[in-house]
């Protein structure tokens, strides 16, 4: 069991803590600047402050605040060699992390999932103790990629799910559309999406192999994949993959330039 404070309980920070809860292995302290955040998420955790100085004990301090407040707090946490700074913040690279703290420096791109145990994370490699990876393993799966590699990551994992949240809601449009009620047609397209990924992790198919699966012949899934591999669909993801990656790229310099 470890101690692991998190300083900014937002939307991922409050996702992270809410996980963490549910499986029950570590103790954790909440730590924001706004008292309501702190009495939204106290029933997820064991401590709640708004003191810096408190979250600062703890054997892993999750950075979990937006990335230009990170050069800001990082030197007031005042965090020693034996703890961890476990870093979210996007495009906050690992050298400028370690030149603001003398802790360890663990920099992940987690996502939203992370509240109902079904993150995907990356984190970059060899920089992965065992303390972090049980942490990590706590709310869903990671995998260790080279630091130049945290951009795209980012983008693929970390905003992937606004992406995914989007392709969701034009499936169910299209399902109230056709006729569905909004909740029924809610529920057929998320765990359609929900039932297509877990295939994809657990069949040692190819996907394409997968998609030709379901296009039964003369059938109706083909009809409807000749719309798609005519479509610029495949093109446009490939594009809002990467701004957000050259966003990520961008906070990245903002941040050096600190
Ligand atoms: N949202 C997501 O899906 C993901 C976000 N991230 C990363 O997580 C980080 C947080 O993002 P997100 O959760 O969306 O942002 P939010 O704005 O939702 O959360 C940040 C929280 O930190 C609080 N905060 C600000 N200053 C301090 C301080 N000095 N001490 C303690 N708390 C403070 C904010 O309070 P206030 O609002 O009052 O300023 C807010 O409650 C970012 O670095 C982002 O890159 C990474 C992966 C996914
Ligand atoms: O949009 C953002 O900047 C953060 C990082 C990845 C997901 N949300």
Redesign the pocket.
């Known amino acids: 069991m470890t101690q692991i404070s998190v300083?900014?309980?937002?939307?991922?920070?409050g996702a992270f803590i809410k996980g963490l809860q549910e499986s029950g292995e570590h103790t954790v302290t909440a730590?924001?600047?706004?008292p309501d955040?702190l009495d939204a998420i106290a029933p997820y955790c064991d401590e709640t402050t708004t003191e810096?100085s408190v979250a600062a004990e703890a054997e892993v301090v999750v950075l979990?605040?937006?990335?230009d407040?990170v050069g800001a707090?990082l030197p007031d946490l005042e965090l020693d060699a034996d703890q961890t700074l476990l870093s979210?913040?996007?495009g906050v690279p690992t050298d400028l992390l370690e030149s603001e703290t003398d802790a360890r420096v663990v920099r992940i791109?987690?996502?939203?999932a992370a509240e109902y145990g079904m993150m995907a994370a990356a984190a970059t490699e060899s920089t992965v103790t065992d303390e972090v990876r049980a942490i990590l393993d706590a709310v869903g799966e990671f995998v260790e990629v080279p630091e130049a590699q945290m951009d795209i990551a980012t983008a693929v994992n970390?905003s992937g799910?606004a992406f995914v949240f989007y392709l969701i809601n034009a499936m169910a449009k299209a399902g109230v559309d056709g006729g569905l009620s909004e909740a029924d047609s809610r529920t057929l397209a998320a765990q359609t999406f929900k039932g297509a990924a877990e295939t994809v992790l657990n069949s040692e198919k190819s996907i394409e192999d997968l998609i030709e699966a379901v296009c039964s012949p003369n059938g109706t899934t083909i009809e409807g994949m000749e719309v798609l591999w005519d479509s610029d669909v495949e093109a446009e993801l490939g594009e809002a993959v990467a701004a957000a990656e050259e966003r990520s790229k961008e906070l990245a310099r903002d941040a050096d330039g600190e």
Not at 31 to 34: L, T
């Open positions: 300083v900014g309980c937002g939307n991922m920070g730590c924001d600047v706004d955040v810096l979990a605040v937006k990335p407040l707090i979210i913040a996007a791109m987690p996502n939203l970390g799910p």
